[in-house]
T-cell receptor, first 112, second 118 residues
């Protein structure tokens, strides 16, 4: 069965610092992986997705993620954090019926 | 990206009443949709999957008679919480998959509906 684990429920960085949000997956078949962002009291917005093309995936707002099969990881990064990046971030894996299995979520705090 | 709306955005109701939440796709025809619920500071949990014109498929532990889903058209799906109780208070989010729910496809999420049952 597929599953997703996000390491760190809360990450705090200074404005301008590197953002690294960790995601590890478990899947018996080649996975499709997604990162979504959720702002308070809003739905989810797609940041990026991996669908077995390039292992380095670039998304919106300067985010990118690298698929590493050997490490079963799909960590999300951004070189320089902005105050507007403060939000909840979810990693998700897609199973063969189209359902998404979400990780526990990571709250990103950006300090001025 | 696709635009998905939900109505109402927030609802407060008395225990025992029923509440209907609408989910609309505004710029494409959605053959497959998903309903999630999210408790405070927790992740999204899938409740059910439905395809237009078919009965919904509910996840284990979700009462289908309590959470009625109707996906009568390609642009509208509704979730009705029947005989709501305080434990049903949650954030309900719908999503659409445009091309039939294949597992590489992107889901587009609505803004969510906050339900508070008193």
């Amino acid at each position: 069965a597929q599953s997703v684990t996000q390491l760190g429920s809360h990450v705090s960085v200074s404005e301008g610092a590197l953002v690294l949000l960790r995601c590890n997956y478990s899947s018996s078949v080649p996975p499709y992986l997604f990162w979504y962002v959720q702002y308070p009291n809003q739905g989810l917005q797609l940041l990026l997705k991996y669908t077995s093309a390039a292992t380095l995936v670039k998304g919106i707002n300067g985010f990118e993620a690298e698929f590493k099969k050997s490490e079963t990881s799909f960590h999300l990064t951004k070189p320089s954090a902005h105050m507007s990046d403060a939000a909840e971030y979810f990693c998700a894996v897609s199973v063969n019926t189209g359902k998404l299995i979400f990780g526990q979520g990571t709250t990103l705090q950006v300090k001025p | 990206g696709a635009v998905v709306s939900q109505h109402p955005s927030r609802v407060i109701c008395k225990s025992g009443t029923s509440v209907k939440i609408e989910c609309r796709s505004l710029d494409f025809q959605a053959t497959t949709m998903f309903w999630y619920r999210q408790f405070p500071k927790q992740s999204l949990m899938l409740m059910a999957t439905s395809n237009e014109g078919s009965k919904a498929t509910y996840e284990q532990g979700v009462e289908k008679d309590k959470f009625l889903i109707n996906h009568a058209s390609l642009t509208l799906s509704t979730l009705t919480v029947t005989s709501a109780h305080p434990e049903d208070s949650s954030f309900y989010i719908c999503s659409y998959s445009a091309l039939g729910g294949g597992f590489e496809e992107t889901q587009y999420f609505g803004p969510g509906t906050r339900l508070l049952v008193l």
